[in-house]
């Protein structure tokens, strides 16, 4: 794994941040964590790497419910994005509404996960997360960035 590989994460609660930060220290992940508060910045954060040819995500955390452009948004941008709709992407809702979790499968999430509202359920859903996608599941090796 190269020092450049990063996790994104799409929070705009700092609380809900802060459990993210402490899973991934729990979880022993050597990825650096960015953070973006809504699905614009996501996107334009995105963006700026694709423009200077920089390392993309190895994973995407993305809260549906940000404010300005959502997760809802910055979702369907990404999988329908040759560049980025590889990035596994993991949705995080506080939301467990049925329109929800289809619109994002829809969208082709890689999963979606309900936020426990009480901390150390939270925290373990986090970890859980890290250990399956970082230490456990087969990625991309690299960003699919079209032929000029």
């Not at 955390?61 to 980025?84: E, V, Y």
């Given at each position: 794994?190269s020092?450049?590989?990063?996790?994104m994460?799409?929070e705009?609660?700092?609380?809900?941040?802060?459990?993210?930060?402490?899973?991934?220290r729990?979880t022993?992940?050597?990825?650096?964590?960015?953070?973006a508060?809504?699905?614009?910045?996501c996107?334009?954060m995105?963006?700026?790497?694709?423009?200077?040819?920089s390392?993309l995500?190895?994973?995407?955390?993305?809260?549906?419910?940000?404010?300005g452009?959502?997760g809802r948004?910055?979702?369907?941008?990404i999988?329908?994005?040759?560049q980025?709709?590889?990035?596994?992407?993991?949705?995080?809702s506080?939301?467990?509404n049925p329109?929800?979790?289809?619109?994002?499968?829809?969208m082709?999430?890689?999963?979606?996960?309900?936020?426990p509202?009480?901390?150390?359920?939270?925290?373990?859903?986090?970890?859980?997360?890290?250990?399956y996608?970082?230490?456990?599941a087969l990625?991309?090796?690299?960003?699919?960035r079209?032929k000029p």
């Amino acid at each position: 794994m190269s020092a450049a590989q990063s996790v994104m994460v799409v929070e705009d609660n700092d609380e809900d941040f802060e459990t993210v930060v402490e899973a991934a220290r729990r979880t022993g992940i050597p990825h650096r964590l960015h953070r973006a508060t809504s699905g614009g910045e996501c996107l334009g954060m995105l963006q700026a790497s694709v423009q200077s040819h920089s390392p993309l995500p190895a994973l995407l955390l993305l809260d549906l419910n940000t404010p300005g452009d959502d997760g809802r948004d910055a979702l369907r941008l990404i999988k329908t994005s040759s560049q980025l709709r590889a990035i596994p992407t993991v949705v995080l809702s506080t939301s467990a509404n049925p329109r929800d979790v289809d619109f994002c499968y829809a969208m082709h999430a890689n999963a979606y996960h309900t936020k426990p509202v009480s901390h150390p359920a939270h925290l373990k859903i986090m970890q859980d997360i890290f250990s399956y996608w970082l230490n456990c599941a087969l990625l991309p090796s690299g960003p699919l960035r079209e032929k000029p």
